[in-house]
């Protein structure tokens, strides 16, 4: 009986937060926050952004987005606020480092490979 009650005891018992399903009062503000809020990925989904997640992560975070807006905000200072948190995996464009370059090179080499056994190939089928 108790394995059957586990999973709704472990369903959050606090409502979201006020911004996390509510637009902005201010159309431009709105566009701005649903901008940002389309490129900053959700961290428990990790496929979806955080506009499309219904994560309780997600809704946290699109309130914080939208707060930070109405206050003024600027959405590359946000940006800037949500990588120092939580890394550069919360944006779906992550900044060329020294952890990241093999991601961005990656598809490169094997472009590279690729065509070197493509030619390879056909050499060996013109003899």
Not at 20 to 44: F, G, H, I
Not at 69 to 79: F, H, L, N, Y
């Amino acid at each position: 009986m108790l394995l059957c009650i586990s999973p709704v005891a472990a369903q959050p018992s606090t409502p979201p937060a006020h911004y996390a399903n509510v637009q902005l009062a201010d159309p431009a503000k709105e566009a701005s926050a649903k901008a940002l809020m389309e490129t900053l990925r959700c961290l428990v989904c990790q496929g979806q952004s955080i506009a499309d997640s219904d994560a309780d992560m997600a809704a946290d975070m699109r309130a914080l987005v939208r707060e930070r807006v109405e206050a003024g905000e600027t959405p590359d200072s946000i940006r800037a606020w949500l990588v120092a948190r939580y890394g550069d995996y919360v944006t779906y464009d992550p900044p060329l480092s020294g952890l990241t370059w093999p991601l961005w090179l990656a598809p490169l080499a094997l472009l590279a490979v690729g065509g070197w056994i493509a030619r390879s190939s056909f050499r060996r089928r013109v003899r």
